[in-house]
Structure formats: structure tokens, C-alpha cells
């Protein structure tokens, strides 16, 4: 199949040439067609399946259809959870809208907001934006969302699960009831069922792949460990590997910067990356990682969802998450585009429980080794941590208050009004 054959136009096609894209991918060739005919969609797609493509483009051209240049107001609104994902998105629609006559515009918490408002006030045909920003905007009287005709929930899994829930239904109450919407998550959970029904009107459900399954080119691997000799044995599986490019997740941001300070002491480059760090620290580290002069990237779930990494060859959970589907989240950012990728968790006595929980989920056995002088304690306990200690029975539906700190966390930067008991919750 081809993306002609998907009834995308000339100016698309040529946008698309000229990224190299010649193939849809499979959540492509079955989220377009019933987006261009105007029908509401679900879609579960994994990271790196093109589930982006997947709605801007059929967005791009409905909009290209029916064009309103004298006054340009928001028509198409895409929410996302996190301002790497935002930024991402945005890249997107304005590579795909080269040839287009759209104008789009991305508005996230901590940055100035004032060139934010100056784009908007010129006239934009579409807006991607985060949740806390863009309310905060609205509530300023300095956008309206009374003319959006599409509506993207995108990440929807991940709005949910940072307490987005009440900010997403403000939303929506401040757009038409008559429009289109799309919505992508990752996984088909109860909770996301539910929030569909309240959103989508008769919508078109599609997958890319098998609910919660894990991509088959990567290589994973349980390497049973004590506890304290966590640092020192990924460090030495870093070292003896001479890996120059990894992605580390931790499960909290205190732990995310520690990690760090011990690689950089034992020569290994490394940056964090989390709520707490400000925009302008979070994308001089990612643009480090990428260019190679950054080795190792330490990151929280919410932090790194929806980072933009193309073929990443090592993902190490250096603590697995609380909740099973994280895991699959995490280690979905190796094994891309068809490259292979090795996916390794750090697991100590008391991770005994999640290591279970995710290897019921994804319906596998997950081999394990041992590396000598690294040996799990055989007297530790197996009892579960704290949950204070992280994301563990959290629901995703919140209290009012919970909800707005979650806002605030992902759009602000660290001088934001955040309660400090939420600090190492919010990634």
C-alpha cells in the first residue's frame, strides 16, 4: 500500500517524499481512511509505530479542504501531556504542511508565554499544546477554542495517568459540541474505555498492534541484583559495553539526578532529565543525547514520554515502574522503525512483585542472569516498596486538587506552586 493509495493529496505526498516515507506504516493505513471521511477514532498505537503521521496528516488535509484565510481561528486542537511531545508534534505538522496554506502554532509551560499569545493572535489553523499552558491562556481570555472542528487527545493513557483528567473534560467543555474527535493511547484500558464513551461519538477502533504486547526486535533481559550494587553493576554493563547511547529510567527524580552525579564521577557523560529541570536544561540535554555528546540520558516515565529518538539501541530500567504497562512504554523506545533494539531492568529483591505483574502482562518469561560479584542478596525482602516511593495504586482519576498540581508539574518549571510531597511523583 502506498500513501497515495490512502487518497492524501499532492501537497502531502510531497511533504511526505520529502521526509523519505515512501510505505505507510500499519496504524497509518488504518487510522487515515476513516479520519478523512470525518469519523471519530480510537486508536492504540505504541511509540514509534508513526501514530503521529497517523492523525496529522488526514488532519492536515481536512483542513486544507475547507480553508478560512481571512480569519484564521484555532480548528484543530492536540493536546498532549508533555512538552517534549508537544514540541515533537508540532515539528510534525509543520514538516507535513510545508506546501500547505495552514498556519500552526505550540503553546507548554515554562517558557515566556508572550510570543506564545503573539502567534496565536495572528490567526492559527491548528494549535498543539499541553494542558496547564493552554488553560492558563484560555483563562487569560487570550485564546478561544469555540471554532475547533478536530479535536486530538493524543497519549491519552499518559494524560490520565499524570491526573489530566479534570483539565481534559475543561477542555472539551470549551469547544463545539459538533466536531471531530481522534484519540490515540498506547494501551485500551478500562479507564481510557471510559473516557472515550465521554468524548468520541460512534468511533472507528484500531490497532497497530496486540494490546500490551512488546515489540519483537528488542532483546530483553532481568538481571537479579542486590539492591545496593544497583549503580555499579549499570555503570559496569555501560563501561564494558562501551554503549554510547542509553536511555535510563529511574523511578523518581531525586533517584534520576543521584545516578547521574555517580556516572559522571566514574567517566561516564550522562544528563537527567525530569519535571524539575527547566525547558532550556531539558532540551540542551536532549540535543546532547542525541548528538553524542551525552552517553547516557536518565529520565522519569512522564519526562521521557515522547521523546523523539530515532533508533535507540539501549533502554535500561534501572528501577522497574510500579505499573505494568510503564514497562512496555519504557522499552518501546528501542526496537524502532524495524531496527533491533536490547531492553535491560536492574531487579532487586523487593521489585519481585512488578517483575511478575509485567511478565503476566506481556505474557512471557523473561530470561534472567546474574553477573558475579553483583548477586542478589538472598536475605532481602520481597515485600513491595513504599508507595510513596512511587507511582504504585495510583488512580488515575484524582482529587480536583491532584489534578491541578499534575498541571502545573508538567507545564511549569521548577519555581512552579507544586506541593514538595509530590516532588519525586510527577516526573
Known amino acids: 500500500m502506498s500513501f497515495q493509495s490512502l487518497g492524501l493529496s499532492e501537497a502531502l505526498l510531497k511533504a511526505i517524499s520529502k521526509k523519505g516515507y515512501t510505505t505507510p506504516s500499519p496504524i497509518q493505513q488504518k487510522a487515515i481512511p476513516p479520519i478523512l471521511e470525518g469519523k471519530d477514532v480510537l486508536a492504540s498505537a505504541q511509540t514509534g509505530t508513526g501514530k503521529t503521521a497517523g492523525f496529522t496528516l488526514p488532519l492536515l488535509q481536512v483542513l486544507s479542504d475547507n480553508p478560512k ?32 496554506n495552514l498556519r500552526s502554532a505550540v503553546i507548554f ?38 471554532r475547533v472542528e478536530i479535536f486530538v487527545l493524543d497519549e491519552a493513557d499518559r494524560m490520565l495517568d499524570m491526573g489530566f483528567l479534570r483539565d481534559i473534560e475543561r477542555v472539551i467543555k470549551s469547544m463545539p459540541e459538533k466536531r471531530q474527535n481522534l484519540m490515540f493511547s498506547a494501551t485500551f484500558s478500562k479507564d481510557i474505555k471510559k473516557l472515550a464513551h465521554g468524548i468520541l461519538n460512534h468511533p472507528i477502533q484500531v490497532e497497530a498492534t496486540p494490546e500490551n504486547t512488546t515489540v519483537d526486535a528488542i532483546n530483553q533481559k532481568v538481571y537479579r541484583v542486590a539492591k545496593g550494587l544497583k549503580t555499579n553493576l549499570i555503570i559496569k554493563l555501560i ?39 527547566s525547558q532550556g536544561a531539558r532540551t540542551k540535554a536532549l540535543a546532547g543525547f542525541k548528538s553524542g555528546s551525552i552517553s547516557v540520558l536518565v529520565a522519569t516515565d512522564i519526562a521521557a514520554r515522547g521523546l523523539d529518538i530515532p533508533l535507540l539501541p539501549h533502554v535500561i530500567n534501572f ?22 533494539g536490547e531492553a535491560l531492568s536492574l531487579v532487586s529483591a523487593d521489585e519481585t512483585t512488578f517483575l511478575r505483574d509485567i511478565e503476566k502482562l506481556i505474557e512471557m518469561k523473561l530470561p534472567v542472569e546474574i553477573v558475579e560479584g553483583f548477586e542478589p542478596d538472598p536475605n532481602a525482602s520481597t515485600v513491595p516498596i513504599k508507595q510513596g516511593q512511587g507511582r504504585q495504586n495510583r488512580s488515575p482519576r484524582n482529587s480536583k486538587n491532584n489534578s491541578r498540581n499534575s498541571s502545573r508539574s508538567s507545564d511549569r518549571n521548577n519555581k512552579s506552586r507544586r506541593p514538595k510531597r509530590n516532588n519525586d511523583r510527577r516526573g
Open 239 to 277: 563501561s564494558d559495553g562501551n554503549w554510547k547511547q542509553v536511555l535510563v529510567f529511574t523511578r523518581t527524580k531525586h533517584g534520576a539526578n543521584k545516578l547521574c552525579e555517580k556516572m559522571g564521577k566514574a567517566g561516564i557523560k550522562a544528563a537527567a532529565i525530569h519535571g524539575n529541570k
Open 69 to 100: 484565510e481571512k480569519y484564521r481561528p484555532i480548528r484543530a486542537l492536540i493536546l498532549t501531556p508533555t512538552r517534549e511531545l508537544a514540541a515533537q508534534v508540532y515539528a510534525n505538522v509543520r514538516e507535513y504542511s510545508e506546501f500547505l
Open 319 to 340: 528501577e522497574l515502574p510500579n505499573i505494568s504497562e510503564d514497562y512496555v512504554h519504557r522499552i518501546g523506545r528501542t526496537g524502532r522503525a524495524g531496527a533491533s
Open 109 to 146: 509551560g515554562g517558557v515566556n508565554q508572550k510570543p506564545q499569545v503573539s502567534t496565536i493572535r495572528k490567526g492559527v489553523d491548528i494549535l498543539v499544546a499541553t494542558p496547564g499552558r493552554l488553560l492558563d491562556l484560555q483563562n487569560q481570555g487570550l485564546l478561544s477554542l469555540k
